[in-house]
């Protein structure tokens, strides 16, 4: 893929999978995303969540992704494994960052669909996120009961429990009680 950068030049914008050794330009990523986006004391929280996922969840619960643009790291989201009892293949997708002098450019969405077809290839059924309407339902996602599927904690804004089918299996199979990676057991997220 070829895109601009802000200096008019062509460079190249590459999606690919997080790396390990990425911890400190993926904190820094999300914290600055999000202390322009809503405060300092939020921008700080949700780095240090994306920091703890990629540090404390293991490899096969874990996927991440980013969009380079000429070598500098321009968005990045991850998934985390939702467990329900049924065994159900699911994700938790977020957070979800785009540097805001590349917002508005369908990058995030671009990022999601990426992501969700990876999670697809993998035999994921279900994505789901918390967040909003709005945003999440042009890529995809429907909202979903909370006393149908219910979150690891109660939810603050349960209008944002979204949800989609990445299979045959339709997304009014998905129900019961989830629980989500360790770094995301905290009801402040929720």
């Not at 697809?120 to 309407?133: I, L, Q, R």
């Not at 339902?137 to 979204?162: M, R, Y």
């Amino acid at each position: 893929m070829k895109g601009n950068d802000n200096h008019g030049k062509e460079a190249a914008v590459t999606i690919r999978g997080h790396k390990p050794d990425e911890g400190p330009a993926l904190e820094s990523l999300f914290t600055r995303v999000f202390t322009e986006f809503d405060s300092e004391e939020e921008g700080r929280m949700v780095g240090r969540l994306a920091r703890k996922l990629m540090d404390e969840t293991s490899a096969g619960d874990l996927s991440g992704f980013v969009i380079e643009n000429g070598g500098s790291l321009v968005a990045a989201i991850f998934f985390s494994r939702l467990t329900f009892a049924s065994g159900v293949q699911a994700f938790l997708l977020g957070p979800v960052a785009v540097h805001s002098g590349h917002q508005g450019q369908g990058i995030g969405q671009r990022l999601i669909h990426h992501g969700l077809k990876a999670l697809k290839a993998e035999g994921v059924e279900f994505a789901v996120t918390y967040g909003d309407p709005r945003f999440y339902g042009k890529v995809g996602f429907d909202p979903i009961d909370p006393e149908v599927v219910v979150p690891p904690f109660a939810l603050s804004q349960p209008e944002g429990w979204l949800g989609q089918s990445l299979s045959a299996t339709p997304l009014a199979a998905l129900s019961g009680r989830c629980t989500c990676v360790p770094p995301l057991n905290d009801p402040a997220y929720w």
